[in-house]
Each structure stands twice: as structure tokens, then as C-alpha cells.
């Protein structure tokens, strides 16, 4: 029930196209659901975050949308460019908790 | 966004010795600090929660002895690995919580490679 499950594990995308990645949860307690953007040797940066009162929150080229009856978040990259080539983590969190369960990661490459 | 640092970037032991780690939020105070380790390929795997002036909580099947946490004080929290060994070979990496109101937000640093020869 703590799971967060996340697909696809890995996503080649063009230059100027969309990316989108997918999150699933079980466990209804979760109301914070950040995004994580990780380069090679790095560590995880915050790209954006959603909580439930909304149903969907962009900034920039980031967009997440959230589907609270289907439990199901995702991330939208629009005009992804080769400088998104990273992973990417979605994560869960209850607002009672401190910890954040993440999701397995996708490995981004936009080719030129 | 909050910053938070590691300290060493990258690290090289013997067999045997111990390494201690440093994770500090350089422009806010965290009463509490997570530690992480990560192998290639993979999602990060939660190893303990640090909180200030109180012991650390384990995740089950971490060893408390082989991964000591002290978070002396609101900015600073360090994993010493002990006696470590190859297997303990990893990417470390912590992150600080910050309080913005009723409402909290992970920022991580940016890790600490530890090889064990």
C-alpha cells in the first residue's frame, strides 16, 4: 500500500516533443506529490510539486496532472530538449508523515 | 529553492576504516534530515531519519551499528559508515526538511560516492 509505481522505466522522445511519465498510488493518505529530476552523479532535484486540491500545475514546461478518483499522477515535459535528458522520480508523501515514498524512476533521453 | 550541502563529494577507503559524511542546510534550519543510498540504475532507498538532538530511526535492515547518524544541531546531521567494506560501496545522499508554514518540502543534496577497495 506504500508503493508507488511508475512507468515507463525508460522514454526516448525528440527534440520540441511532449514527455510524459506516470505515477500510480494506493495508499489515500498521500497528499503531497512532489517530482524529482536526477543528472548522472547528482543528487535529486525538486522540479514540482502538486497537492491534492488541484488537479493539475505547471510551471514552465512542467506540467503535473493528478487524478485523485484514479489515484494516478503524471509529469508533462513540453518541448522537451536534450538538457532533460535525466531521471525522473515521482514521490508520495502523507501529510501526518515525514518520509516520501518514491516511484522507481525513468530515464529521460531527448535526442537532438 | 533551499540549498543543502555534502561534504566529501566523492570518496576512496580501505577496507576496514571508517568514512563520516556531512549533510548541512546551508539557508534554513532542519529539524529533520534523511539519509539515502543509491545504487546505479535505481531509486533511492531510504536508510534512517535524523532528527535534532534525538537518535536517529533505521529503516528495517540497516544496521544502526554500521551506520552511525548524529544531528548535533538544526543545520548539520553526519552518517559515519563503519568499518566498512566493499559491499558498503554506494551513493550517499541526504536530504533536509523545510518547514514553510504547515507545509514541508525535501530538498537533497548533492551526494557523496564512497568506494571501499
Known amino acids: 500500500q506504500q508503493q508507488v509505481k511508475q512507468s515507463p522505466q525508460s522514454l526516448i522522445v525528440q527534440k520540441g516533443g511532449i514527455s510524459i511519465i506516470n505515477c500510480a498510488y494506493e495508499?489515500?493518505?498521500?497528499?503531497?506529490f512532489p517530482w524529482y529530476q536526477q543528472f548522472p552523479g547528482k543528487g535529486p532535484a525538486l522540479l514540482i510539486a502538486i497537492r491534492p486540491d488541484v488537479s493539475e500545475k505547471k510551471e514552465g514546461r512542467f506540467t503535473i496532472s493528478f487524478n485523485k478518483s484514479a489515484k494516478q499522477f503524471s509529469l508533462h515535459i513540453m518541448d522537451s530538449q536534450p538538457g532533460d535528458s535525466a531521471t525522473y522520480f515521482c514521490a508520495a508523501k502523507e501529510t501526518s508523515g515525514s518520509r516520501l515514498t518514491f516511484g522507481e524512476g525513468t530515464q529521460l533521453t531527448v535526442n537532438p | 529553492g533551499a540549498v543543502v550541502s555534502q561534504h566529501p563529494s566523492w570518496v576512496i577507503c580501505k577496507s576496514g576504516t571508517s568514512v563520516k559524511i556531512e549533510c548541512r542546510s546551508l539557508d534554513f534550519q532542519a529539524t529533520t534530515m534523511f539519509w539515502y543510498r543509491q545504487f546505479p540504475k535505481q531509486s533511492l532507498m531510504l536508510m534512517a531519519t535524523?532528527?535534532?538532538?534525538?537518535?536517529?530511526?533505521?529503516e528495517q535492515g540497516v544496521e544502526k551499528d554500521k551506520f552511525l547518524i548524529n544531528h548535533a544541531s538544526l543545520t548539520l546531521s553526519t552518517l559515519t559508515v563503519t568499518s566498512a567494506h566493499p559491499e558498503d560501496s554506494s551513493f550517499y545522499i541526504c536530504s533536509a526538511r523545510e518547514w514553510e508554514g504547515l507545509t514541508d518540502t525535501q530538498y537533497f543534496g548533492p551526494g557523496t560516492r564512497l568506494t571501499v577497495l
Open positions: 495508499n489515500t493518505a498521500f497528499d503531497y
Open positions: 535524523s532528527n535534532e538532538g534525538s537518535k536517529a530511526t533505521y
